[in-house]
């Protein structure tokens, strides 16, 4: 399909280490997907769901040992340990591959290599990016094309002189998660990828690639990718402003990234876009702006919880050409549910181990008992989306007006604050802390530190991912201003205090007006906090007081948070700009 003498060697290279006994190419013609699928459920690889109810839309599971992201499996291998850092997992790479060879050999016997050529963002534009994975699986393949630009118009955008693909090897192999391994060699524009079936590891477009080898690119030719959801906010006078914000998985970013404008807004003509809901490549644009794209073509989010509250244009979306991933199987008409879907579970279901299902049994503190695992999955397609942006297929992106971090805090952060500068933007970044969730395996419910939300995807050293920051704010001349926002902030009950879900806009309309200086805010030790009567609570059941509680900065806490941050920054070593370290100073001083 390629006249390019590196893709076909490399190829070749790797068809003779895996032994497929066929090798096919994905062109992202519907007759090849069509065929896929079919092939897919005559194997049992996927089950062909209602086609009345959603049509277009697939079930799968995975292996019962293979249903997250495995971050102590997870490899940066550099040459040197030092341009990986101390918190991502190293190994020099000639010892890595050694090792990785053993297990790919012959992993593909029996089996179809398929070849698919894919664009991270639109073919051909500047932020653009090309990459070819290799898989044994076709629900990878059929994953891929929706959430990624795939066929022959990627090939056509890659001259025959053009090395500079990132190569993706993916196997099944035996799911053995003893030999679980996502490797990445940022210096070679590879990653291989053995013994996992699950999304997260497998879909190399993703994560890996869009992150973790992105963010080791971005360092080098001056751009950067992002853990970031792009969403625009339309005014009544047709004016739309762009945010970019970092949150960790299962910290309401899907649910903000497709917010419903509550109806106080929407009858005044408010409408909110999704450019993206997962990752941000940003670039310096001619005029000093940062402009975004989302380099993805789909969604990849978490089941359980999506419902037609917390997130109807989420829902909208997997109506039709969705992939779901370890949800539960309704047997009455062969559609799906998970938990937090609605107050009906199904009464003749499997559950998403494939096994006989009784909902009577549910105890929601028992996460054993749940019908869809709590890392369920559905791959959407973005343009399915209600909200889609009109600028989603923009090669030049959309401009960034505010940068906005965030994570769940019962009692620290304030439900807004801004930053003082951006280097002061970049430490408070860099402080964010949040509960785990199953998005990772692993303990749930552990606050850690999660810097811009990229702990486990900074593809090189996080001191120097900082260090990258600051220098992007000196080449930005018309900055965006930077926020941190918490909407978990709880009483002593455990309650949540804000409310959440599309009542956020409110808060993002004050950080916009922020951006323009309509508004004036309150200095603190940690930044400044919004003048209470300056976010709009009609039509909310809080008033002002309660408003004033959620912006409170306790000094007391702030002091214990110190030392959270000095003993991260002491994990990271001595590669922590001094910028940081002056910030982090001027905070204990400003506490004291």
Known sequence: MTTNKYVNEWIKEMAELTCPDKIVWIDGSDEQREALREEACATSEMFKLNQDKLPGCYLHRTAVNDVARVENRTFICTETKEEAGNINNWMAPAEMYEKLRKLYKGSYKGRTMYVIPYSMGIPGSDFAKIG???????????NMLIMTRVGTKVLAALSDDDAGFIKGLHARADLDEENRYIVHFPQDNTIWSINSGYGGNVLLGKKCFALRIASYLGRKEGWMAEHMLILGIEYPDGEIKYISAAFPSACGKTNLAMLIPPEIYSKQGY????????????????????????????????????????????????????IFTNVVHNLDDNTVWW????????????????????????????????GAHPNSRFTSMAINCPCISSEFNNPAGVPISAIVFGGRRAKTAPLVYQSRDWNNGVFVGSIMASETTAAAAGAVGVVRRDPMAMLPFAGY????????????????????????????RTDDEGNFIWPGFGDNM????????????????????????????????EGLDIDIDVVKELLTVDK???REEIGGIKEFYAKIGDTVPTELKAELAALEANLA
């Open 461 to 488: 050293n996080m001191g120097d991912y900082f260090k990258h920051w600051i220098e992007m704010g000196t080449k930005i001349t018309n900055k965006p201003l930077i926020f941190n926002v918490n909407w978990f």
């Open 556 to 558: 007391a806490v702030w």
């Open 506 to 537: 409110r808060v993002l309309l004050w950080i916009l007006a922020r951006c323009e200086g309509k508004v004036d805010a309150v200095e603190t030790a940690i930044g400044y906090v919004p003048k209470a009567e300056d976010i709009n609570i």
């Open 132 to 142: 070819i994975e290799l898989t044994d699986s076709i629900y990878v393949v059929l």
């Open 339 to 370: 938990e937090g879907l609605d107050k009906n579970p199904p009464a003749n279901a499997l559950d998403w181990k494939g096994n006989k299902w009784d909902y009577t049994k549910y105890d929601k503190k028992d996460k054993s008992t749940c």
């Open 271 to 322: 409408k909110v876009w999704c450019v993206g809901d997962d990752i941000a490549w940003l670039r310096v644009g001619a005029d000093g702006r940062l402009w975004a794209v989302n380099p993805e073509n789909g969604f990849f989010g978490v089941a359980p919880g999506t419902n037609d509250k917390s997130n109807p244009n989420a829902l909208k979306t997997t109506m039709r050409d969705t």
